[in-house]
Structures are given as C-alpha cells and as structure tokens.
C-alpha cells in the first residue's frame, strides 16, 4: 500500500479553526487569562468614572465661584473702607479698623431700625472693605477684590463706598467721612468734640449718610421711629418727615429704584392716620402700575377697617393670587369672614355657618404655613368656639398663650368666655391686663388689625357680636355690644377702581 504525505494544510478542516501561526523568530504569545481581562476593563471603566467624576466636581465648583462672583459684583451694598486715624488715637484703642466698625454698626442699626416698616427685598448689605475676597486668581498675580473693584467702576452698579479719616486729637477731634456712589461724591463731619462724644456724634453724622445715601431707608427709619411715638400714644402722630422723603421719591418717577416701596410706604402712613381712603388711593395706583401681593393685602386692610368685609374679601383674594404662601393674607381674609359672621343678624344661620366655616379654614391655612403664628391661632380659636367646637377652641388657644404670653392679651380674654367660673374668668382676665399692660400700642385708638397682630384684648371691644356675660376687669371689657357703622364703601372696592384686566400680572409673583 502505498502512503502520501499529507502536508498540515492539506489536512481536511474539522473542530475549531486552528491557533495563526508565529512568525520565524517572534516569541510566543500567552493568552490573558479571563480574570486578567476583567480586571483590566474594570480599571479603565473606574479611571473614566474619575474623570467624569472630577469634571463634574470642577463644573459644580466653576459654577458656585461664578455665582458668589457674581453676587459680589452686582450686589446692592454699602462698602466701609479705610478710615485713617492719627496715632494717638490708635495707642488708646481708637484704631483704623475701630471706626471702620463704629461707622458700619451705627449704619447697620439704622437699617435694622427701618426693616420694621420695610421689605426685606428692600434692604441693602453694609459690609467692611476687609470682609471682601483677597484671595489670588489661579495663574495671576491679581486678587478678587481687585477684579471686584474693576469691575464695578467699569459699570453702573449699586455699590457705594465711604472712607474718611479722623483729626485732632482725643480731646479735640472731628470725623470726617466721604460718601462715593454713582460717580457722586458727598462730604460729612462730626462737629468738634471729645471722643467720649463719639457714640452721639456717630449717630447723628450716620442719619446724615442715610439720608444721602438712601432716602428710601432714611425715610423708613424715620416712619418706625414715629409709628413708635405715634402708637404708644406719646403726643399726636408725625409721619411729616418720611411722608415728605417719601413723596420726594414718588415724585421723581418709576425710575426710582425704590419707588414702588416708596408709594407702598405712603399708603401705611395713611392707614396709621386712620386715612383709610387715602390708603386705598395710594394702593389702588400702585396695584394698576405695579401690581402686588402686598398692595391688594393693605387694600383689604383698608377696606376691614372701614367696615366694608365683601369688599376686603375681594382685596385679599387678589393678595393670594398673586403670593398664594403669604400667611398674613389667609389671615387678613379669615378675619374678614369672622367680621360678617358676626354682622349676621342671627349667628346660627346658613349663611353666618358657611361664613365661619370659610374663617376657619382659611385660619387654618394660615397656621398650616406659620405654626408659630399666635395672632392667626387666636382668630381660629374663636372660629372654632363660634361653629361649637368648644375643645378644638380650648386648644388653640392654650397653643397661643403658650407661645408668648406676653403677646397674649387676647387669647386670655377669649379663652376666659369659655369658662362658667367666675374666679377662673377673673383670673384670665387679669392675664389679659397684665399682658395689655406691657405694651404700649395696646389703645383704644389704634387700628383694630393692629391691636389684634399685637394681640391686645382691647380689640374685642370692636366686636358686634354681644356675649351674654360682658364683665369687665381690671379695665378689660371681654365684648362691646356697640360698634361703630361701616362707612361708605361706595367705590372702593378693586373692580370698582381697575379694570378686569389690571392688577393681574403674567406671573404669580411682582415686585414689590
């Protein structure tokens, strides 16, 4: 039999295809193990994750230096810069940095003082030049603050900036200050006297800066200040100066930064003269112009007060359109519903029931986004007590009294009608007294909406609705049976003085 070599290739293909061959020299290669294969995908997969990882932190960390930049740069605020000091001022404690501190705290205090009365949108930020960044950008020699300082004399922005310098001596010296904003330059000083004088004089020189340098917060420090007066009863009320600052503003035009506050301002000073009209003139302008939740809000305070409940239950509806979280407005309307409920001839009506029954779910509302806020517990306490829900009344008028009870004169006279004991209601009642006592503003005089956000039982004498037991004590009388009668709201109500397309922007929320 005869054989033939059978070369590889020739050799019939069966099973996998064979191993490709080295090449004559090549070394041999070993095949990775499967583990091995894995590992190494893992490691390129966890140095990716890195990477991605690491970008993002660095975008995240661009973006949040991008926004406090940018904060820095067109913030409103009020920069305190070096004030230059003789060194016998510094040897006794009076250093640079000191006066920088006495010149930014008699600021910062000033507008503390207005923010009574203000905004807080309307606020501006007083810091120390030593407060801003110093730090160097990456790659140059140049630091933040220096970029900062660029830019903000490169372009219109709201900063101001005061620096000065002190003369004389402790003994005999004068303070001087320099006020710089948009490309302004004002000159203030002290007038000579002894540095024990300093804490006056600051004083005195800051209202002057204030005034120069926001007549809008000026005039606020000057309408709190008056209020003060004006509701303790300490001699007639004066808003003159800040109604004539603020006028000044209105009359300058809506290029004003501040002059929708301003017009807003004007028509609380009305209210706090008992202007109710002219309250509800002033808003009703600045609700066709610049629409707001707060300007509809003292609309319906000026309508409650007048008496005219329907009409203030429209005011406030618009209120909460335009802000639908701002308590004061469920509250405001709450009370309106309470004021009808009790006008209603008898209390056990249809209509009085649905009345309290909106009072108390929007009372209800109005805790639900303030649980802190006492006035608005007391106001649901009484819609309770007068739907019969005696216990849930008991409550929420322990939870007022609890929550400050030197704010809790009326809470106290309130929660005394429930009690059939006389010695228990005598009791609450000269809580009551004592609670009324502590504050001022607690008269017979001031605004109902006023006497009750202060919690004073003086506010229940302005009530309709007769309780069979009206003992007074220790000056408190728990009811009035007489009242006195709404005036005429002809013409006052916000579909009487805006058209149906007005006073209802494109958006939930206008300023101011």
Known sequence: M???AVKPTDQPHSGPDPKPQQKPGATPRKASPPHEDRLARLATFTTNLRMVSLNLLLLIGACLVGAVMWKLVFARETLIENIYVPEAFAKIGYSSDAFQSFVAGHLIALEERAADVIPASAKEEIKLDSDMPDFSVPGTSISAKTILQYVREALPLPVSTISGSVTGTPDHYVLHLVLVERGQVYRFATPEGAIADLEKNLSNLSLDVLKKHSPYIYASYQSAEAQARCYAGKGACDFSESERVFSSIVDAGDGQPNYKWALLALSKIDEAYHDYKGEIKAVSRLSAEYPSSWSFYNWGVALSEMGCNKMAISAFERSIALHSSRESAFNAIGRAWLALARQAPERHSTGAKIDL???RDDFRIAVYLKPDYQEAHVNLAESLKLLDDVNGARREYVSA?????????????RYAE??????ERNELLGFANWADNLHKECRATNSTSLLEASGCSIAMQTETSPVVNTLG???IETVATTVAPAQDCRGLAVDDRLASEEGLPDFAESAP
């Open 2 to 4: 005869h054989l033939k």
């Open 473 to 475: 004590h220790a000056g």
């Open 401 to 413: 009294i609890e929550m400050d009870p030197t704010h809790a004169g009326l809470a106290y006279a």
């Open 418 to 423: 429930l009690f059939g004991d006389q010695k």
């Open 357 to 359: 029954q909106n009072a």
